[in-house]
């Protein structure tokens, strides 16, 4: 009786100690962090220097009787987008920041995945709704609009346009990082979440 006893017992730990072999591990935060951190660099070389060539792109030019200087204050879709740019990057610097705290033992890394998705998905909508404004003024300060009795601009202030054509383009690149990060915080939220159901967390 007491050999039974004895190998239902073993059995009963077995078959406790058996699935826990087979939950995944966490991966790592460096292979993580990394990542993160030199995207969220590329979004801040980007936006800041989409903002820096938007404003210091002048040009004064002269037609008929007329002067006037082309600024990137003319046009509101463009000052909006260098609005874009600057609040993607004073908030991709705080997301620097908030890195940090997935080096805390006691934080909840579902919490922080949660919070930095979030945070990624709103900028990569902000930037890309600047870049699809600075593009729809672009092309019709570039090839004009007969229907609506708008000429093309750029062949008078040409350097002007090429500067805020770079601005865009640095706009354009910055979306593609923050994008990613999206990407990649979604998957982590999901891994995680993953991992917390088969650890019988939730």
């Known amino acids: 009786m007491e050999f039974d006893m004895t190998k239902q017992k073993t059995d009963y730990t077995v078959q406790v100690l058996a699935p826990n072999k087979m939950v995944p591990e966490s991966p790592t935060p460096t292979a993580f962090l990394i990542p993160q951190l030199i995207l969220r660099f590329l979004v801040l070389a980007f936006t800041l220097s989409a903002v820096l ?8 030019a002269s037609f008929l009787s ?16 260098v609005g874009a740019n600057a609040v993607a990057c ?3 610097f705080l997301s620097l920041l908030f890195l940090y705290g997935f080096r805390r033992p006691k934080s909840d890394p579902s919490r922080n995945y949660f919070q930095l998705l979030l945070h990624d ?16 003024v672009g ?3 570039k090839y004009g609009q007969k ?10 202030v040409d350097k002007f346009c090429d500067k805020i054509t770079l601005s865009l383009a640095l ?6 990082c923050m ?15 993953t991992l917390k159901i088969n650890t019988g967390e939730l």
């Open 179 to 193: 994008f990613m990060l999206t990407l990649m915080a979604a998957y982590k939220l999901k891994s995680q979440t």
């Open 53 to 60: 060539v938007a404003v210091t792109a002048r040009q004064s």
């Open 66 to 81: 007329f002067v006037f200087n082309a600024t990137y204050k003319d046009s509101s879709a463009t000052r909006f987008q």
């Open 171 to 176: 706009s354009y690149l910055a979306f593609l």
């Open 121 to 136: 998905m709103v900028m990569s909508i902000l930037l890309i709704s600047g870049c699809a404004a600075g593009t729809a």
């Open 147 to 156: 229907q609506g009795g708008w000429g093309p601009i750029c062949k008078y």
């Open 139 to 141: 092309y019709l300060a």
């Open 90 to 92: 004073f908030f991709t």
